[in-house]
Structure formats: structure tokens, C-alpha cells
């Protein structure tokens, strides 16, 4: 995320860099395309996304034996 996005005034204490360096993600379930058919260990530390990735993954979750993540709710999630 941005740090202009929703998430940006919880990270005010934050110095974000003038750089922006771009990388190469994939969705959980496109991994099933690379012949990945289960995940024996799944860890998720993405900065408040972790809703989201899991809410996407509708066809590898399942397959998941071990879950470990560091979560915290989007802003407004818990009214």
C-alpha cells in the first residue's frame, strides 16, 4: 500500500522512502497453475492485507495444513 492510501495515517510514525522499488506478486490460488496442489505451512506477514489474501484464496486455502499470520483488521472493520 501507498503510504496516501487508507492505511497511510496508521503508519504516520513510518519514513517512507522518495524510492519506489516495485515487485512481482502472485495470487495463492495461481500457484495451483505451477502444479502446486496443497501448503503444508503458510505464513502471512503483509502489513494488514492478510484479510485480504485469505478472503481470495478460495481454492488453495483448503489445501493449507498450518496457518501462522500476523493480523490486524482494515480500518472501520470492527464498527
Known amino acids: ?3 496516501t492510501d487508507q492505511y ?3 503508519y504516520s510514525h513510518v519514513k517512507w522512502r522518495e524510492e519506489t522499488q516495485f515487485v512481482v506478486s502472485v495470487t495463492l490460488d495461481s500457484l495451483q497453475n505451477d502444479g502446486v ?16 489474501v485469505l478472503n481470495s484464496s478460495t481454492e488453495i486455502l483448503p489445501t ?3 496457518v501462522v499470520l500476523e493480523s490486524c ?3 472501520g472493520m470492527c464498527k
Open 37 to 52: 496442489d496443497r501448503v503444508d505451512f503458510l505464513e502471512l506477514d503483509i502489513q494488514c492485507a492478510e484479510f485480504e
Open 64 to 66: 493449507v495444513t498450518m
Open 1 to 3: 500500500f501507498e503510504p
Open 73 to 75: 483488521l482494515p480500518p
Open 8 to 10: 497511510g495515517e496508521h
